[in-house]
């Protein structure tokens, strides 16, 4: 039995994620829910073997404290998930007006913000989790309100519902499935990985020389991010996720090349994902 553990209560993006990633399993799963991405994160490989959470919006872009849990951490991801995200609103005044609190997560708002401004009267409350968010309208008075899943409550519920509150219509976010196990051997599906170079030996270039080790020998980079380590101001950690896996000697030579001028941690080697798989 796969012990999967991701962010609570039942009915998170992050649990439909979980479920996409089980319909693809041969073993049976068990879920288990934590209230904060955090605590999800430190769970791995303790009571759990898998963690599954958000690491990117389409329009809001990496979280924050994703990252620099996996640059903190010895964890390693091994497949990734892509959703289409939804968002609906719902109050418990049917007089969007009288709405004085509203609850939202932290990531969900950065996707609703041009319904969240035309809210004038409330005040905001952020949450850890979207199901959170229900669940204090549910239990809040008449002047609450809540941006959560669509599909996620009964309408009966609320005095007001409103659909598609996100700023864009395609909405969509990727999910990491993360392991604390090192020493997954690559799949030869793998088309992606992710690394992150550690600012350990800070000198003038540092940057380009890792760009050069790719684009030498043609390797498409995906994303790049940069995080502060939080030892001293202006130094950062780069996050970098590029096409094809080590199984290919041309992206094996550029990692090992990179590997002898900084601290690299290979997160891992994965199929990249699309809504449809
Ligand atoms: O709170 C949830 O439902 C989550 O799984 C986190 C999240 C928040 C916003 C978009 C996607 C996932």
């Known amino acids: 039995m796969l012990k999967i553990v991701t962010l609570g209560p039942a009915g998170t993006f992050s649990e439909l994620a979980t479920h996409k990633f089980i319909k693809q399993q041969s073993e049976s799963c068990n879920i288990c829910f934590l209230p904060s991405i955090k605590s999800v994160l430190h769970e ?17 872009g990496f979280i924050a404290v994703v990252l620099d849990e996996l640059a903190a951490l010895d ?30 997560q932290f990531v969900a708002k950065g996707q609703c913000v041009d319904f969240i401004s035309g809210l004038d009267n409330a005040n905001i409350q952020l949450t850890e989790s979207n199901i959170e968010s229900l669940h204090e309208c549910l239990a809040g008075n008449a002047k609450v309100g809540a941006i959560v899943p669509s599909g996620s409550f009964n309408s ?38 992710s690394i992150i170079v550690l600012d350990d030996d800070d000198h003038p270039g ?23 380590t939080r030892k001293s101001f202006g130094k950062y950690h780069f996050f970098i996720e590029l096409e094809g896996s ?25 199929k990249k994902a699309t809504l449809q798989s």
């Open 75 to 104: 964890l390693s991801i091994i497949d990734e998930i892509l959703l289409p995200i939804k968002f609906s609103f719902v109050a418990n005044s049917a007089s969007i007006n009288e709405i004085e609190q509203l609850f939202v």
């Open 246 to 270: 080590q199984n290919d000697p041309l992206v094996a030579s550029a990692l090992q090349e990179i590997s002898q001028r900084n601290k690299v941690k290979v997160l891992g080697a994965y």
């Open 156 to 193: 009966e519920q609320f005095a007001l519902t409103i659909d598609s509150v996100n700023d864009y219509e395609n909405n969509q976010t990727r999910f990491l499935v993360l392991s604390r196990n090192n020493n997954h051997p690559i799949s030869n599906d793998a088309n992606k990985t």
């Open 44 to 60: 791995i490989g303790l009571s759990s073997d898998i963690g599954i959470l958000p690491i990117e919006n389409f329009s809001e």
């Open 206 to 228: 540092l940057l380009g020389e890792v760009l050069q080790s790719f684009s030498a020998r043609q390797i498409n980079l995906s994303s790049i991010i940069s995080r502060p």
